[in-house]
C-alpha cells in the first residue's frame, strides 16, 4: 500500500479518459522529439555532405549566392558558366592542395519516373575530382580511358535506376550521342550517387560549352589561411567565391522560418496537453470530493492528499513522455518524408536523428510538465474540509 | 473509574448563513465514558451529524469546551484536527464510504496507512474474518451488497484499534434483516473489546437497543 500504486488504480478506474490524455501527452511528446530530432539530423547530415564534397571554397560565376549555395548542394553548381582561364590563373597558387574544375549539366529524359520525365546530372570532372574525394570508390570498372574519351562513370544510384553495368552503352537525350560506361562508384551517401560523370573535355563538346565551367572546387592546404585566399579570389573578374561553411549557414537560414514554425506546433501542441491533463486531473478530484472527504476523516494529511493527486498527474505525464518517445522512434521515417517534401532542400543521409540524450530529456520534460500540471488539482483537493467534502456527496 | 472518552460543556457550532446564523449544535453538555454503547437520535435536522462531527474531530468548534481522549480540542482549528483523530477515531458513514478503486483487503490496509500504522495484511485479513467476509477479501465495493460493505468498513474502522468509534446513520441505507446484522455486530465488538460506540440513527428500534439513548432536538439535549 503506498501511494503510487493508489495513483495507479484510481487512473485505471476511468480508463478511457486516462488513455486519452495520456494520449494528449504522447502526442505533444512525439511532436516536440521528432522536432528536435531533425534540427539535429538536418545539421549533421548537411554538415556531413558538405565535408564530403571535399573542398572548402568553391569558385562559380558571378551570380546570386543562394542559388549557387543551393544548386551546388543539389549537384555541383549553379547553372552559369565561369571561363576556364579563370581556373587557370588560380590553380597556381600555392596555398591550394587540390584544386578540381567541374562542368554540370542537366538534360530533361522523358522516359524517366515512369514516363513522367525527370531530370539526369552530367557532371564533367577531371582526374583531381577523384583526389578530392579519396572515399569515391570504384564498385566497377575504373576512370576514364583518356581526358575525351567518349565514356561516363555512374553514381551508384544513377546506375541502379537506368540499369546499366560497366561496358553497356549510355544515350544522352537530344544530344544524339552514345557514350560507353567505364564505371559505377561505390554508394557514396551524398548526391554524387545521383550523377552521371563524363571526361570534362567530353562534356564541353558534347554540351556546346568549350573552354567554360560551372563551377572550381578549392582544398587548402591550412584552412586558416581561407578568409584571405577568399579575399585575393575576388580579384579575378567574373567569378564569386563562396565558403562551404557560408553554404552551411545559408541552408540553415532558408530552413529557419520552417523551423520556426514547426516549433510554435510543438508548442501548442505542449499547451493543449497540459490543459487536457489539468482538466482531467481536475475533473476526478470534484467527481471524488466524498472519497478525498473520507480519507482525510480516515487520517490522510493534507500533504498525502496532495501527494496522491500529485502522482496520478505525474503518472499520466510520464506514461505519456515514454509512448510519445516510442512513437517519435517509430515515425522518424515517416516524419523524414514529410520533412523533405516540404523543406526547400534537403541533404542526403538522415534528417531525423533521434539520439538517446534526446529521449532523455523529453521524458523529463513530461515528468516536469506532470509537477507542474498537477500543482492546481492537488492543491484544490488538499485543501478539501473533510465535512463539507463527507455532505457534499451525500 | 473508566476513562472519560468524550467530555462537552455548552458545546455549540453555530453555521452563517448570509446573515443568518444558525445554531446546529447548541449548548450540548456531555460525558461518555470508555465502555459505553451510546446512540444520539433525534429528528432530521436536529443536530446529531454536526455534533458528531465535532466529537470526531472532523469540524471545529464554535463555542463551549470540547476534550476528546483527555485533549483539549475546543480551540484547535481544523487543519490542526488530523493529529487528534488520526489513528484514534474510527468512522462509520451511511453510505459505506469504501474506496471504488481498492478491494477490501487493500480498503482495510489503506486505513492503517492513513492511520500511520503498518499495513499488516495478516491482520486485515483477522479483521475481515471478524466480520464474517473473509471469502470476500479481493472483492471491489462494487462486487458486495450494501451490508456486506458496510461490515468492510467497519472492519476498515476497528484494523486501526481507535479508541473509540463514531457511527453516522450507519444502517441508513440498509433493509431491516440487515440492518439487524450490522447492529448486532457492532453490539457484538462493544461487548467483546470493550469498545466505545457512538452512534447517530433514525431508527428507534436501534436506539433502543443502545446502554444510553441521547435525544437531540433542535440542537439541544431533550432528554
Ligand atoms: N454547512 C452548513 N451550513 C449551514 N447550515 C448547516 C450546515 N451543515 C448543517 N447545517 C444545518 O445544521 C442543522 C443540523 O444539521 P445536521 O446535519 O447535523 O442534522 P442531522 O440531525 O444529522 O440531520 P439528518 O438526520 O437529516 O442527518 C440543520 O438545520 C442543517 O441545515
Ligand atoms: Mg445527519
Keep these: 500500500m503506498n ?50 564534397m571535399g573542398y572548402q571554397l568553391l569558385v562559380t560565376a558571378k551570380g546570386c549566392p543562394y542559388e549557387a549555395a543551393t544548386m551546388m548542394l543539389k549537384g555541383g553548381g549553379g547553372l552559369r558558366y565561369m571561363e576556364q582561364d579563370a581556373y587557370d590563373q588560380i590553380r597556381s597558387d600555392q596555398r591550394i592542395e587540390q584544386i578540381t574544375p567541374q562542368l554540370v549539366a542537366t538534360v530533361f529524359d522523358p522516359d524517366r519516373a515512369e514516363g513522367e520525365g525527370g531530370f539526369v546530372m552530367f557532371m564533367g570532372i577531371h582526374d583531381s575530382y577523384m583526389k578530392l574525394k579519396p572515399w569515391n570508390k570504384f564498385k566497377s570498372g575504373g576512370w576514364f580511358s583518356s581526358p575525351d574519351a567518349d565514356e561516363v562513370i555512374m553514381g551508384f544510384e544513377a546506375a541502379e535506376l537506368e540499369q546499366r553495368n560497366v561496358g553497356d552503352e549510355i544515350f544522352i537525350p537530344g544530344k544524339n550521342k552514345i557514350l560507353k560506361v567505364a ?13 552521371v560523370f563524363m571526361p570534362l573535355q567530353t562534356t564541353q563538346q558534347i554540351f556546346g560549352l568549350p573552354g567554360k565551367l560551372t563551377g572550381v572546387g578549392i582544398k587548402l592546404k591550412d584552412i586558416q589561411t581561407i578568409s584571405k585566399v577568399e579575399e585575393d579570389l575576388y580579384e579575378v573578374p567574373g567569378i564569386q567565391v563562396i565558403s562551404m561553411a557560408q553554404v552551411r549557414g545559408t541552408i540553415l537560414n532558408l530552413i529557419a522560418s520552417a523551423k520556426i514554425m514547426a516549433n510554435s506546433i510543438a508548442v501548442i501542441a505542449i499547451f493543449i496537453a497540459v490543459i487536457g491533463v489539468i482538466n482531467t486531473i481536475l475533473m476526478s478530484v470534484f467527481e471524488r470530493t466524498q472519497e478525498i472527504g473520507i480519507l482525510k476523516a480516515m487520517g490522510a494529511s493534507r500533504f498525502q492528499i496532495f501527494r496522491l493527486i500529485w502522482a496520478e498527474t505525474i503518472l499520466i505525464c510520464s506514461l505519456g513522455g515514454i509512448i510519445g518517445n516510442i512513437v517519435a522512434l517509430t515515425a522518424s521515417r515517416a516524419v523524414e518524408a514529410i520533412i523533405v517534401n516540404i523543406l526547400p532542400f534537403t541533404p542526403s ?24 500540471a498537477g500543482l492546481y488539482p492537488s492543491w484544490r483537493a488538499c485543501a478539501m474540509v473533510p465535512v463539507e467534502a463527507i455532505r457534499r456527496g451525500e | 473509574m473508566n476513562r472519560t472518552i468524550v467530555k462537552a460543556e455548552k458545546l455549540r457550532k453555530v453555521y452563517h448563513l448570509f446573515a443568518e446564523e444558525i445554531a446546529a449544535v447548541d449548548g450540548v453538555d456531555l460525558e461518555i465514558t470508555a465502555g459505553e454503547f451510546v446512540s444520539i437520535m433525534g429528528p432530521s435536522g436536529s443536530g446529531k451529524t454536526t455534533l458528531l462531527d465535532m466529537i470526531g474531530c472532523l469540524d471545529s468548534i464554535s463555542d463551549g469546551t470540547l476534550e476528546i481522549l483527555g485533549e483539549d480540542v475546543s480551540s484547535t482549528p481544523e487543519s490542526q484536527l488530523v493529529k487528534t483523530r488520526r489513528g484514534q477515531i474510527g468512522f462509520i458513514f451511511q453510505d459505506f464510504s469504501l474506496i471504488p478503486s481498492l478491494t477490501a483487503l487493500e480498503n482495510l490496509q489503506l486505513g492503517l496507512f492513513l492511520a500511520g ?19 470476500r477479501c479481493n472483492h471491489l465495493p462494487k462486487q458486495m451488497s450494501g ?32 440492518t439487524q446484522t450490522v447492529f448486532a455486530l457492532l453490539k457484538e ?11 447517530a440513527t433514525h431508527d428507534a428500534s436501534i436506539g433502543s437497543q443502545t446502554q444510553r439513548t441521547i435525544l437531540l432536538k433542535d440542537g439541544k439535549i431533550a432528554s
Excluded at chain 1, 564505371?183 to 550523377?195: S, V
Excluded at chain 1, 543521409?349 to 534526446?358: K, N, Q, R, T
Aim: charged share 20%; proline share 3%; net charge positive.
Design chain 2, 147 to 178: 451490508g456486506e460493505q458496510q461490515r468492510v468498513a467497519i472492519a476498515r474502522a476497528l484494523v486501526i484499534e481507535p479508541d473509540f468509534l463514531l457511527a453516522d446513520e450507519p444502517t441508513g441505507h440498509l433493509d431491516t434483516a440487515t
Design chain 1, 3 to 52: 501511494t503510487l500504486s493508489i495513483a495507479v488504480k484510481n487512473l485505471r478506474r476511468k480508463k478511457i479518459r486516462s488513455v486519452l490524455t495520456i494520449g494528449g501527452v504522447s502526442i505533444a511528446v512525439a511532436v516536440l522529439v521528432s522536432l528536435m530530432g531533425f534540427d539535429k539530423g538536418y545539421q549533421q547530415s548537411l554538415t556531413s555532405n558538405i565535408d564530403r
Design chain 2, 189 to 199: 465488538i462493544n461487548a467483546q473489546q470493550n469498545l466505545t460506540i457512538i452512534l
Design chain 2, 117 to 135: 500504522k503498518q499495513t499488516n495484511r495478516q491482520k486485515c485479513l483477522e479483521m475481515l474474518d471478524k466480520v464474517h467476509l473473509s471469502h
Design chain 1, 183 to 195: 564505371g559505377i562508384f561505390e554508394r557514396t551517401g551524398t548526391q554524387d550517387d545521383g550523377i
Design chain 1, 349 to 372: 543521409g538522415p534528417i531525423v536523428v533521434i539520439y538517446p540524450a534526446l529521449l532523455v530529456y523529453a521524458l523529463a520534460g513530461a515528468v516536469v510538465l506532470g509537477l507542474i
